[in-house]
Every structure is written in structure tokens, then in C-alpha cells.
Nanobody, 124 residues
Framework: QVQLVESGGGSVQAGGSLRLSCAAS???????MGWFRQAPGKEREGVAA?????????VYADSVKGRFTISQDNAKNTLYLQMNSLKPEDTAMYYC?????????????????WGQGTQVTVSS
């Protein structure tokens, strides 16, 4: 069982930046990690995923490419999401997710462990 705790959400104006963090209770090295978001009335969508074991492999949703950066500090068992050039459509609850088997997936069905989420609100 892996416990995940997100932090760093908040309210910003369009064009601003936020950095989300996700602290894991167990090792992140070699574990499949990802960020997801869910806006009211919408399905949960994958934002970015990373597999880090020495070198890192990363995938991004098209909607955030060039604006968001996922990274991982395995010494701290912490996952990050740097979000720049934020848009109102980025407003959502953001969730950290982990899995032991299915890596680099942007499908929520492929993750077994989830945090409680942190709210991001972007105003125009």
C-alpha cells in the first residue's frame, strides 16, 4: 500500500504558475507515477506520467505539452508538477497516482494508488 499526499494547489490568474508536490509513503524509484485532473462534471484525465529508475521516461497530455513539467525526486520520494502559463481550462482537482505495474499511462484505470487531490483554480 502506498499513501500519496498532494500539496501546492491554489488560485492564480491566467498566465501564472504553480508547483504541485506529491509525497509518497514508500519509494518512488522504479514505480509508475502520474498526475491526473478532474474538473466538475468531467471525467478524470491524465496530465503527465513518469517512470524514473536512473533515467526518466515521461509522457504528457497534448493539452499541457510545453507548459507543464513532471519530475521526481527519488531521494525524497516526491513527485512534482510544475505548471506554467496556466489557463482557466486548467482549473480542476489535481491528483497524484501510482502503480507498480502499468507505467507511462494517462489512463486512470491503470493506477491503483491515489492521493486525495489538491485544487487548482485559474481565473481569467
Amino acid at each position: 500500500q502506498v499513501q500519496l499526499v498532494e500539496s501546492g494547489g491554489g488560485s492564480v490568474q491566467a498566465g501564472g504558475s504553480l508547483r504541485l508536490s506529491c509525497a509518497a509513503s514508500k519509494y518512488t524509484y522504479g514505480r509508475c507515477m502520474g498526475w491526473f485532473r478532474q474538473a466538475p462534471g468531467k471525467e478524470r484525465e491524465g496530465v503527465a506520467a513518469i517512470y524514473s529508475a536512473g533515467s526518466s521516461s515521461i509522457v504528457y497530455a497534448d493539452s499541457v505539452k510545453g507548459r507543464f513539467t513532471i519530475s521526481q525526486d527519488n531521494a525524497k520520494n516526491t513527485l512534482y508538477l510544475q505548471m506554467n502559463s496556466l489557463k482557466p481550462e486548467d482549473t480542476a482537482m489535481y491528483y497524484c497516482a501510482a502503480d507498480d505495474v502499468r507505467c507511462l499511462s494517462l489512463s486512470a484505470y491503470n493506477y491503483n494508488y491515489w492521493g486525495q487531490g489538491t485544487q487548482v483554480t485559474v481565473s481569467s
